[in-house]
């Protein structure tokens, strides 16, 4: 009795499962919830994008038409030539800038912490708030244009929320300020996790600085490359706070998003099979990314267990 | 077997202690309740329908009014959420053709009784009328009038300019313009750059070339009036007016412009008869500005006609139902458009009013004179830019071909033209 009492103090055996309970009900339930959802949803609007619904939902078939209608349409077609300009100029740009930071931060300077949570704080403030102030900054008549001229030099031109040729290019460093903290909080862990024998017996070789970064370290990085560059992706394609509180689309219609013309075809157009047409589209150009990088995740699985 | 039997009495009666006092209100003279949504919350918008709410109390009404800020769009989606959910308010602002759209997905209330007993018809445009009854009853109530073709002069731009005459016809216009410019006002126009803004500039410009092709065009869509000559003039006129506004407007609202229009740093604004509640709410003077009608080729006036009304849903609830009734009469009453028009700028829907008393401004008495005239040279038009003329959709593809135009400025006229006539075909 007391022997058995030290052996297992003072808890009565419980099966496995009952033990197990908590962690299978803080995983599974919202896991199958969010992804009941998310399927659910996801195959309501694809439903809906083949209906001749406007107001609201209703049902009924018109095949492919909401689908070439929003094709055919400027604002799309505007919308989708932005978001491949976007998203290349916003994911190159954003990983690089994150890079140089983490690389710079890597140099074992003092009061890392601190410049850490600088470069690492945009990301903590919504996007609206950023589109907002960057809006403010950017406006030629408020911000770094006319601090400029008040300074003395009054050729200085700095217009480009203001010019349909560059508005997206304001788009492109708003997102940049916002989300390059998080690119170089990625690439500062994978700095640190090379191995530092690795490094120390390149050293011993003679190798110089810039010489280890380009040929140990950078090469190593790559995963994590690849992780920053789709989730930096997934956001470029389903931004819209942002847009929407720093041009709203403007001048005129230059810097069209398509997650803009969902929103403007669904509720301010009231054209709901259009809209779930536009979003369906939307989803095709997100599978078109994420469905590589799953593809490529799954390679290197595979070969990590054959190894 | 006797227990289950207390049980099920104590049970029923205290069902129906409960049930009494609802029964006695159904029964009797039911509290009016009026559960509406609209977009007015603040500003001079705000402070009406807060009035009409005050009123709505005074009858011994419950007034429970939400306000859903933005365009009129945004008022929509919780319509529309509403709707879906079975429980649409008993009141909600709707305008135009979307009375006629919206009334088809779900139930409103027959208002033809409480509109004869007030002898409303008489006294309501017939083309207004039209509207608040698209299946030949009167299901929605027009509240108020507006212009959206106003031309609103800034009394000290004039003085720079040296000019006193208020213009009549687009090229008095564009010489007043032009005056300014060289009088030392940096940017003659000081519209803002919203989409319904740069709607306006548009259909302000056509319907004042042209009242015949602007209907035949814009409001009967008919395909040879929209790639007629009278377009690329409209589109012309547009160019101009875009050239001398501020090119940081970007897509500012009118009102971040006041200060600098009443300054005299801008001279003149197209803008809907609001504009004078907002430039009141802000503080400025009647002697700060001068409205007129917009500028009209043939020299009679043309009226852009935007009108807010309310719609009323289908509701079980009788003090729901007495709360519609009481809405009613309210907002067909000449007191109470008398009061919200005076604080909102607008002109009140019923033609009988008097406008030469106090509380109504100059710019009222114009615009109440104007759309007489108006109708009785057939130039009172629906304004696009404010879904008067065409549903969302239509509207919204329209805009975007116009505002697109206003920014850049590479576009031609004829271009923008055919990109209208594209839009429209497209958006049919």
């Known amino acids: 009795m007391s022997n058995a009492a030290a052996i297992r103090p003072g808890r009565p055996a419980l099966p496995e499962w009952v033990r197990r309970l908590p962690e299978y009900l803080t995983i599974w339930v919202p896991l199958l919830l969010s992804a009941a959802h998310l399927?659910?949803?996801?195959?309501?609007?694809?439903?809906?994008?083949?209906?001749?619904?406007?107001?609201?939902p209703v049902t009924g078939w018109v095949g492919l038409r909401n689908y070439t209608a929003v094709a055919a349409s400027r604002n799309w077609q505007i919308a989708f030539d932005n978001l491949l300009l976007f998203g290349c100029a916003f994911v190159v740009l954003s990983a690089a800038t994150g890079l140089i930071?983490?690389?710079?931060?890597?140099?074992?300077?003092?009061?890392?912490?601190?410049?850490?949570?600088?470069?690492?704080?945009?990301l903590a403030v919504s996007f609206v708030v950023t589109g907002t102030v960057w809006s403010w900054l950017l406006n030629p008549g408020l911000g770094i244009q006319k601090l400029v001229h008040d300074l003395g030099w009054t050729s200085f031109r700095f217009d480009w929320l203001i010019d349909r040729d560059m508005a997206i290019w304001t788009i492109v460093i708003a997102a940049i300020w916002q989300s390059s903290g998080f690119a170089m909080a990625l690439f500062l862990a994978g700095l640190r996790s090379v191995d530092a024998d690795i490094i120390k017996a390149a050293q011993i070789d003679g190798a110089g600085p810039v010489r280890i970064y380009r040929r140990i370290i950078l090469p190593s990085l790559w995963p994590i490359t690849i992780t920053v560059v789709v989730i930096q992706l997934q956001f470029a394609i389903s931004t819209f706070d942002l847009v929407r509180a720093l041009t709203n689309g403007g001048p005129g219609i230059a810097t069209q998003l398509p997650a803009l013309v969902v929103y403007d075809l669904m509720f301010q157009r009231s054209l709901l099979g259009r809209g779930a047409a536009a979003a369906v589209l939307m989803?095709?150009?997100?599978?078109?990314?994420?469905?590589?990088?799953a593809a490529w995740r799954y390679l290197q699985r595979r070969r990590a267990a054959h190894a | 077997m006797p227990i289950t039997t207390t049980r099920r009495r104590l049970?029923?009666?205290?069902?129906?202690?409960?049930?009494?006092?609802?029964?006695?209100?159904?029964?009797?003279?039911?509290?009016?309740?009026?559960?509406?949504?609209s977009q007015w919350s603040a500003g001079s918008d705000g402070a009406a329908i807060t009035a009409l709410g005050k009123k709505f109390e005074e009858k011994g009404g419950v007034w429970q009014h939400s306000p859903v800020p933005g365009f009129t769009t945004e008022m929509m989606n919780k319509l529309r959420a509403q709707i879906m959910a079975g429980d649409p308010p008993a009141c909600s602002q709707l305008k135009g053709p979307e009375i006629a759209a919206w009334s088809k997905i779900a139930p409103t209330v027959d208002l033809d009784a409480v509109v004869a007993a007030a002898g409303y018809e008489k006294v309501v445009a017939p083309d207004l009328a039209k509207l608040h009854k698209p299946g030949g009853k009167w299901i929605a109530l027009p509240l108020q009038i507006y212009s959206t073709n106003m031309l609103f002069l800034s009394k000290r731009a004039m003085d720079k300019a040296k000019a006193d005459k208020i213009p009549l016809t687009w090229a008095d216009f564009n010489d007043l313009a032009e005056k300014m410019k060289s009088g030392g006002v940096a940017f003659p126009i000081a519209n803002g750059g919203t989409r319904p803004d740069d709607g306006q500039k548009f259909e302000a410009a056509l319907a004042g070339i042209s009242p015949l092709a602007y209907r035949a065009a814009i409001m009967n869509l008919e395909k040879k009036a929209l790639e007629g000559p009278e377009i690329k003039a409209a589109f012309a006129q547009v160019r101009k007016i875009a050239d001398w506004m501020d090119p940081n407007v970007g897509a500012q609202h009118f009102s971040t412009n006041l200060k600098r229009f009443v300054d005299g740093d801008m001279g003149m604004m197209i803008m809907g008869g609001w504009a004078q509640g907002v430039l009141r709410n802000a503080g400025f003077k009647f002697e700060d500005f001068t409205i007129a009608p917009g500028p009209s080729d043939n020299g009679k006036p043309v009226f852009l006609l935007n009108a807010d009304a309310f719609i009323f849903w289908q509701r079980k609830e009788p003090d729901l139902q007495a709360g519609q009734t009481l809405m009613a009469q309210l907002v067909m009453d000449p007191a109470i458009q008398t009061m919200y028009s005076q604080i909102t700028g607008s002109i009140p829907v019923r033609t009988d009013v008097d406008?030469?008393?106090?509380?109504w401004s100059e710019g009222q008495r114009t615009t109440a004179a104007a759309l007489k005239n108006a109708i009785a040279s057939n130039q009172a038009v629906l304004s696009m830019a404010h879904n008067m003329a065409q549903e969302n959709g239509m509207t919204?593809?329209?805009?975007?071909?116009?505002?697109?135009?206003?920014?850049?400025?590479?576009?031609?006229?004829?271009?923008a033209a055919t990109r209208l006539a594209e839009a429209v075909e497209g958006a049919r």
């Not at chain 1, 989803?283 to 990088?293: D, E, G, W």
């Not at chain 2, 159904?26 to 009026?34: E, I, M, S």
């Not at chain 2, 406008?355 to 509380?359: I, N, V």
């Not at chain 2, 919204?396 to 271009?415: F, G, W």
């Open chain 1, 39 to 56: 399927v659910s949803f996801s195959l309501w609007t694809i439903w809906i994008s083949f209906t001749p619904s406007t107001l609201i």
């Open chain 1, 101 to 122: 930071l983490a690389i710079l931060l890597d140099q074992r300077i003092r009061g890392e912490n601190v410049l850490r949570s600088i470069f690492l704080y945009p």
């Open chain 1, 283 to 293: 989803l095709l150009i997100l599978l078109a990314v994420l469905l590589p990088y």
């Open chain 2, 11 to 37: 049970l029923a009666g205290s069902v129906a202690t409960l049930a009494l006092p609802a029964f006695a209100r159904a029964q009797g003279a039911v509290k009016p309740r009026l559960t509406a949504i």
């Open chain 2, 355 to 359: 406008l030469s008393g106090e509380g």
């Open chain 2, 396 to 415: 919204a593809a329209m805009i975007d071909v116009i505002t697109e135009y206003v920014k850049n400025k590479t576009i031609k006229p004829e271009q």
